[in-house]
């Protein structure tokens, strides 16, 4: 099994490009089966849960064709209606394949998705709205069973879900007639769909506002750029934050992640924006700050919460986390505590007060955005932290750890195939010029 190791205490100073949106490139791959003359995504991230919406596409019987950070992908072929168990456990995003198969032949079986275990997270708002739409659905044990001609209607989204969002949107262009979601999501990650789906010619109005229509068919064809990754963005100024230092993030949209960077402008960092571009010079110690809500956008992003909370285990004072979003997303303060965070947690909230220090220590990645806090604190700690089960983190950043030495970090990754694949320790040079002394954990 793949670890992590950082050799903690190393200030962070370059520039990183950020990388495609791992969130907006799975439900483009799943929209990619409605073009009906093929899709070309550029700037998709090689991460796992992108392996794993090929595997599914070319199970359904559609050609993909990769090119570097470039994906083609011709939906003609499609002979297949159910996705394998397999495959549906490999990622919570399988569940996006449900509209367009619905949309494209009225007829699709599943199973249950996989991904992060972070609460309760049923998929009833996605069958609800696709009810409404006429689709009829049948559980066998584990196995779902869906049919039904799809017809235009109103719909109301009980709570902004992205994913039954874009379920309802994919599902609509399959459907006569017009259909109108209220109370619909509005995360970038939702304007980029409709951005690619728009780009092949289907009639989607409303795109960054609570209300959607969208007209019946198919688009034809279209190529694509997908956004840059928010969440990864977020991700890089929280380990800037917590190991100090001075990064310039390039290819983003910082206007994406405001609410981060108001959290760490009142931890005491230095923040400049240009248009596509965002420096973060750190200010130690930071300063605890206003209590963090997380929301649906433009609030505060749930996927923000663990890096964030990681980046502040040192500022002095106290600063409240309040969880709204998924009932058990603070499955890494544990992690946290053992590498010296002081966090309480009751019920959704968390509290955390300020360390003078943090030392280094083994532990296990347990969700996507959970494993990268830890490695974000291990990148602030005093000695030598492991990151175990890095499988997590996989799913969501491509070259984690390539990328984190780029800007001054000692870290690697470790087993049998990591050291052939890295070739051992990446040495961030950083200001001394010179890596630490190797030695075992």
């Given at each position: ?9 190393r ?22 089966i ?10 998709c991230?090689?991460l ?12 359904l ?41 619905l ?17 309760v ?59 109108t ?52 963005a ?35 960092c230095?923040i ?112 030598r ?41 990446y ?12 030695g075992?954990?």
């Amino acid at each position: 099994m793949e670890s992590i190791v950082v050799e903690g205490g190393r200030p962070l100073e370059g520039r990183i490009a950020v990388s495609g949106a791992k969130n907006s490139v799975l439900p483009l791959l799943a929209a990619a089966i409605l073009f009906q003359n093929g899709c070309l995504l550029h700037n998709c991230p090689r991460l796992s849960d992108v392996e794993a919406s090929v595997e599914i596409l070319e199970h359904l019987g559609c050609r993909v064709d990769r090119g570097g950070h470039s994906i083609w992908v011709d939906a003609r072929g499609l002979c297949r209606e159910e996705i394998p168990k397999a495959l549906m456990e490999r990622m919570r995003s399988s569940i996006l394949f449900l509209g367009p198969l619905l949309a494209r032949t009225g007829r699709c079986t599943l199973y249950e998705p996989g991904g992060c275990c972070l609460g309760v997270r049923p998929i009833d708002l996605h069958l609800k709205g696709l009810e409404a739409l006429g689709a009829q659905f049948t559980w066998d044990r584990d196995r779902l069973i869906c049919r039904g001609k799809l017809r235009g209607a109103a719909v109301t989204l009980p709570f902004p879900s992205v994913g039954a969002t874009e379920n309802l949107i994919l599902a609509a262009l399959g459907a006569e007639g017009t259909t109108t979601i209220y109370h619909a999501a509005r995360e970038p990650e939702i304007g980029d769909l409709i951005g690619l789906l728009t780009a092949g010619g289907a009639r989607i109005y409303g795109a960054g506002t609570s209300m959607l229509q969208i007209e019946g068919g198919f688009p034809d064809a279209a190529a694509y750029t997908v956004l840059p990754d928010r969440m990864e963005a977020a991700t890089f100024l929280s380990a800037a934050a917590a190991a100090g230092g001075d990064i310039c993030l390039d290819r983003m949209r910082p206007e994406d992640i405001r609410p981060v960077t108001q959290v760490f402008r009142a931890a005491g960092c230095r923040i400049t924006e240009g248009k596509t571009e965002l420096r973060i010079a750190s200010a130690h110690p930071l300063q605890s700050v206003p209590p963090i809500r997380t929301a649906p956008y433009p609030g505060f992003p749930t996927d923000a919460q663990a890096p964030v909370m990681a980046a502040l285990l040192r500022a002095k004072g106290v600063t409240v986390f309040e969880e709204t979003v998924f009932a058990d997303r603070y499955r890494h303060v544990p992690a946290l505590r053992a590498l010296g965070g002081n966090i309480q947690v009751s019920g959704a909230i968390a509290a955390l007060i300020g360390v003078a220090e943090l030392h280094g220590a083994q532990v296990e990645a347990t969700d996507l955005r959970g494993g990268a806090a830890m490695v974000v604190a291990a990148l602030s700690a005093r000695g030598r932290s492991r990151i175990g089960n890095v499988r997590h983190i996989l799913r969501g950043y491509e070259d984690f750890a390539q990328r984190l030495a780029s800007l001054g970090a000692e870290i690697r990754m470790e087993n049998e195939t990591a050291q052939s694949r890295y070739g051992g320790w990446y040495y961030g040079l950083g200001r001394t010029g010179r890596p630490a002394q190797e030695g075992a954990v």
